[in-house]
């Protein structure tokens, strides 16, 4: 099957990206979120990095407005459904990924490909609601998605061959990797990542180091190149805690138990760097430890 349009439902730091990057590689782009705000800030934010792009001299000006005349954006969901591949990279929670498939699915072309971007929902359950769990699949990028080179591909238990390697082409066309996942709780990176910074959270709140020394251990100690905590307000702090919560009834495991300063934070509203605030204050000059 070609793939010639994307739709991508949701644009937060996830759609924005795949927007970005859908459009360089030539798709036509329908992009939508309920909020018109978050449409605005995503076509302003794409500007800005092929900006940025251009002056590095990774893409040239024509490139850069050619793809950005390729993003639509829209709040009306059913636009969407024309598109030969929609991702819906919403916010993770399952029943908002699950009542924009139930709006989409009266709407959506005989051939169009279903895929989540989710962190970790199953994705054999999210594609046993729709009318093609066969043409449904996981498509999971990595933040921030023009920079990074890993797309998980996960198969749900009814995916079929021809869907699979219809998104193989197009994370090749993208000129990034594919790694195949099976479809258990959180796939491969986040059944991973995501208990090293719930751990790296309990660290903080047992007392055993501060914020600044956690995230300097590991930078320095273990050569990463974020501290997990600072890798924790990058990605979402309700991202982090929705996928804790998914590994934690999933596997019904103790030792994915979410911490509970991680839900304190996400209570307080304090989500990371999208609200300006984290295990980092972002309001100023530099970032400034909240602990
Ligand atoms: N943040 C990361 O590092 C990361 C990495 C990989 C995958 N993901 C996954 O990508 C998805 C999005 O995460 P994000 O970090 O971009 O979140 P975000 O909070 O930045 O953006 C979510 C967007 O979804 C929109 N939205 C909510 N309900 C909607 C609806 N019914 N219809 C259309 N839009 C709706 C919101 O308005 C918001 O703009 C999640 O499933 C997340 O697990 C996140």
Not at 101 to 125: K, M, V, Y
Not at 243 to 259: E, F
Request: aromatic share 6%; hydrophobic share 40%; glycine share 8%.
């Amino acid at each position: 099957m070609t793939v010639n349009s994307i739709g991508v439902v949701g644009a937060g730091q996830m759609g924005n990206g795949i927007a970005h990057v859908m459009a360089l590689a030539g798709y036509d782009v329908v992009l939508n979120d309920i909020s018109k705000d978050a449409l605005d800030r995503a076509t302003d934010l794409i500007g800005r990095n092929m900006d940025r792009q251009v002056s590095r001299e990774k893409i040239t000006q024509d490139e850069r407005d050619q793809a950005m005349g390729r993003i639509v954006t829209t709040q009306d969901l059913p636009h969407v459904a024309g598109t030969d591949l929609i991702i819906e990279a919403a916010t993770e929670q399952e029943t908002i990924k699950q009542k924009i498939f139930d709006s989409l699915l009266p709407h959506l072309a005989e051939h169009t490909i279903l895929t989540s971007n989710t962190s970790s929902i199953s994705i054999t359950r999210l594609a046993s609601r729709t009318d093609r769990p066969e043409k449904f699949m996981g498509f999971h990028f990595m933040n921030p998605v023009p920079v990074m080179q890993l797309v998980e591909l996960i198969r749900g238990i009814a995916t079929d061959k021809q869907t699979y390697e219809t998104c193989l082409g197009v994370v090749e066309k993208l000129g990034k990797t594919a790694a195949s996942a099976e479809d258990f709780p959180a796939f491969i990176v986040n059944r991973i990542l995501m208990p090293m910074i719930n751990e790296a959270v309990y660290t903080l709140y047992e007392g055993v180091g501060n914020v600044n020394s956690i995230d300097q251990s590991m930078k320095l100690g273990a050569n990463h190149p974020m501290g997990p905590l600072e890798l924790a307000d990058f990605i979402g702090l309700d991202t982090c805690l929705a996928i804790m919560n998914v590994l934690h009834d999933g596997l019904a495991d103790t030792k994915y138990r979410p911490c509970p300063l991680l839900t304190k934070y996400v209570e307080a509203g304090w989500l990371g760097r999208k609200t300006q605030r984290g295990f980092y204050d972002y309001r100023g000059d530099v970032p400034v430890p909240t602990r």
